[in-house]
């Protein structure tokens, strides 16, 4: 029996902003991979890199383990993957290296891999995955098992005779309830719940509904996907979340799909479906303005125990939003975001900032939306070239010193705009000065009608006000003389 170790390369030490937000999420299509392999008769193991110091502990691993292949299966429902961290691909190397240096045939799937295959290629695999890998996987496998030419199977690159081979591309996976449950028992979970639980009352358990995304922002990477959406069958969701429910007693799940429910009649149908069984969990999604206000989504949503939805506002200007190719308009945002507060849903945004052709005026509208609709939490970026867009082709002359970020805290205006890196990261902080300074005022006008309510974490809270509208004004001037 052929031994394959997995891994991937998402290390959220690496990370430090990550690191800090305390909200690590184990390698699902990693998992969901090793479960197909052990289906078709292969001996897997997993190098699980996402809580570890090091990328040097594989080697203890590798040597004790003495696999066949090593193969190194990034999360693509890990939306962070898609942005090809320099800080996660070193580390990728260093892993590749030290397994090909002991004669172990490598393979790598990623979106970083795939963007930039040669790159990998040079770097110790032997195999690049291109594009949903979990089949292709197991034909290469298959394939290089019984002795046959890979040159047949879909969606691989490799070297021969030092020159890049790329086989055709193998079409998106329409039949994903084919595909078994994640190899969970591989995962120690516990480590997980402990770095939620050391900062939070509440631990979350990632679940993929769905795979890719249709819609046509103009500025998102699909290396996975492509314009794919597929979607796997409520049965088969709600079977997976009772096994977490009765194995790791988790009732609070993360939607890891880049669109939620956007099949008709599949948030209508998963409602039931819980309720049917008697499944009573509360869960976060990814969602678009306009995909929320159709049919009763909303109220079917709330129904099946919604807690959280994160819009990707992207923008207060609508010219900006139409110069995304967005497809959503400020309205529908607020209108949105109305219903599911009086909901009792939370709503937080994605921002980004510094998009082609944004002007002060462009800004100014970002944070009076934030601070007129004040959803409970911020992602905030600065606009980010991924390879295959038509904005990375827009720009990709700009990116000769720099392409990627080290981390996901970076914020580094890579390409030229309006203004340059330094006036956007002094922008992220003036933002979140101000949005905190009205969450602040707004918990003291509850306060003072209620002043028996008065917690000490109210205090603490309260007690920031004079430091953020210190540190407001600073940035303030420091942003007038950036720009």
Request: charged fraction near 25%; include cysteine; charge should be neutral.
């Amino acid at each position: 029996m052929k031994k394959v170790l997995f891994s991937h390369s998402y290390f959220y030490r690496f990370d430090e902003k990550q690191w800090k937000m305390a909200e690590p999420y184990p390698p699902l299509m990693t998992i969901t991979s090793a479960a197909l392999l052990r289906n078709h008769g292969y001996d897997v193991q997993l190098f699980d890199v996402g809580l570890r110091r090091s990328e040097e502990e594989i080697e203890a691993v590798l040597n004790s383990y003495k696999p066949d292949y090593f193969v190194i299966f990034d999360d693509g429902f890990n939306y962070l993957t898609k942005m090809c961290l320099t800080t996660m691909r070193e580390a990728a190397f260093r892993m590749q290296k030290l397994a090909s240096d002991m004669g172990i045939k490598v393979i790598t799937c990623s979106s970083d891999s795939t963007d930039h295959l040669e790159k990998y290629l040079a770097n110790g695999a032997d195999y690049v995955l291109k594009g949903e890998g979990e089949l292709t996987l197991l034909e290469l496998l298959d394939t290089i098992g019984s002795h046959r030419d890979v040159s047949g199977v879909k969606g691989v690159a490799y070297l021969d005779n030092g020159e890049v081979k790329l086989t055709p591309p193998r079409a998106a996976n329409s039949r994903l309830d084919d595909l078994p449950m994640a190899a969970w028992d591989l995962i120690n979970i516990e480590p997980y719940k402990r770095v939620w639980l050391d900062k939070k009352d509440i631990y979350y358990l990632n679940i993929a509904t769905t795979r890719g995304c249709p819609y046509k922002c103009n500025w998102c990477a699909k290396p996975i996907y492509g314009q794919r959406y597929n979607v796997r069958s409520v049965t088969k969701v709600v079977d997976e979340i009772e096994f977490h429910v009765k194995n790791h007693q988790v009732d609070h799940f993360w939607m890891c799909d880049d669109i939620f429910g956007l099949k008709p009649g599949w948030v209508q149908a998963f409602r039931d479906e819980l309720k049917s069984r008697n499944l009573q969990i509360r869960y976060k999604i990814q969602s678009r303005a306009d995909l929320l206000l159709q049919e009763d989504n909303i109220q079917a949503l709330v129904d099946s125990g919604l807690d959280e939805v994160w819009i990707g506002a992207e923008s207060g200007s609508q010219d900006i939003l139409d110069a995304m190719d967005k497809g959503t308009t400020i309205e529908q945002i607020k209108e949105a975001t109305r219903l599911l507060k009086s909901k009792a849903v939370k709503v937080a945004y994605f921002i980004q900032f510094g998009y082609l052709g944004e002007t002060k005026s462009d800004i100014q509208k970002t944070i009076d939306l934030v601070l007129e609709m004040m959803p409970e939490n911020l992602g905030v970026s600065v606009s980010y070239p991924l390879p295959g867009t038509k904005f990375y082709d827009v720009v990709k002359e700009d990116l000769k010193k720099k392409s990627n970020w080290v981390d996901s805290d970076d914020l580094d205006m890579m390409f030229q705009n309006t203004y340059q890196k330094g006036f956007y990261k002094v922008l992220h902080r003036y933002l979140h000065n101000r949005y905190t300074i009205k969450k602040n005022l707004i918990l003291l006008k509850k306060v003072l009608s209620s002043p028996l309510n008065l917690r000490f974490w109210h205090l603490r809270k309260l007690a920031s006000l004079g430091f953020n509208f210190s540190k407001a004004g600073i940035n303030y001037l420091k942003l007038s003389r950036l720009s």
